[in-house]
């Protein structure tokens, strides 16, 4: 399992680096700001794997006038989001269908937990949805358990959902897909995190300022996850 960790600014990402995460997740980032901390992580490390996120999309029709900015920005992936409606299986299809060229960022579908569905419901969207990546051999994909929820880490009282995610990890992982989780996680946690066994984790800041703005404690995140029986690995950006 290789940690990452979800990113908003230069300085948060140059602080995950120095804390030995592996991998930044830049969150909606501007393409400007996405290419300067590409260009500054490149220079402080090598190695780490640079996701950006794009925001949720109206549908497949505006997919590459928002990917173009961010193909040349020094990402390894791009994670799409698939989305709620009636576009997420286009979406996805389009996106299975887009073989990034030698140098280009691998496109990666993000199915969400939908935050407002009933368990059941939410948990036989992803089923299907995974079934579907599964056909169309997307290259990797990332289930993301945060947006949309009601407070960080809520994905931990879901039974429902709990009980149905490492069943399809497994089978993602067993069609060649690399499978990640986008995750607030808290200590107690980290042992069925670990036996859910995903090929990556993303942590989102869960601690809150005097404000209630996010506060990104990297070392504390990462801590979460250091455990001498979960080596990182590597991940292939293979096609």
């Known amino acids: 399992m290789r940690w990452q960790v979800a990113v908003g600014s230069s ?12 991998g930044l997740d830049l969150q909606t980032a501007p393409p400007e700001r996405v290419r300067a ?18 925001p949720a999309l109206a549908g497949p029709s505006v997919l590459q006038a928002r990917l173009q900015p961010l193909r040349d920005a020094g990402v390894d992936r791009i994670a799409v989001p698939l989305g ?45 949805l995974a079934s579907l990546a599964r056909q169309q051999r997307v290259g990797a994909l990332l289930l993301d358990l945060e947006t949309g929820a009601p407070e960080p880490g ?13 069943a399809l990890i497994r089978r993602l992982q067993g069609a060649g897909i690399e499978v990640g989780l986008r995750v607030a996680v808290r200590r107690e946690q980290i042992g069925r995190l670990r036996d859910w066994a995903p090929d990556f984790v993303t942590l989102v800041c869960q601690e809150r300022g005097a404000h209630g703005e996010p506060v990104l404690d990297v070392d504390r995140l990462l801590e979460r996850l250091r455990d001498p ?3 990182q690995r590597r991940p292939a950006l293979a096609a």
């Open 11 to 22: 300085q948060d990402a140059a602080a995950a680096v120095r804390a030995g995460a592996l």
């Open 154 to 166: 809520a994905v931990w009282s879901l039974r429902p959902a709990r009980s149905g995610l490492p």
């Open 229 to 231: 029986r979960t080596p």
């Open 37 to 54: 901390i590409c260009a500054q992580v490149r220079n402080q490390a090598d190695g780490i794997i640079i996701d950006a996120a794009l």
């Open 84 to 128: 709620e409606g009636a576009g997420a299986v286009p979406m996805l299809r389009l996106i299975a269908a887009s073989r990034p060229e030698a140098g280009l960022p691998l496109l990666m579908p993000v199915l969400a937990l939908p935050a407002g569905a009933p368990q059941a419901a939410a948990v036989d969207r992803l089923e299907a």
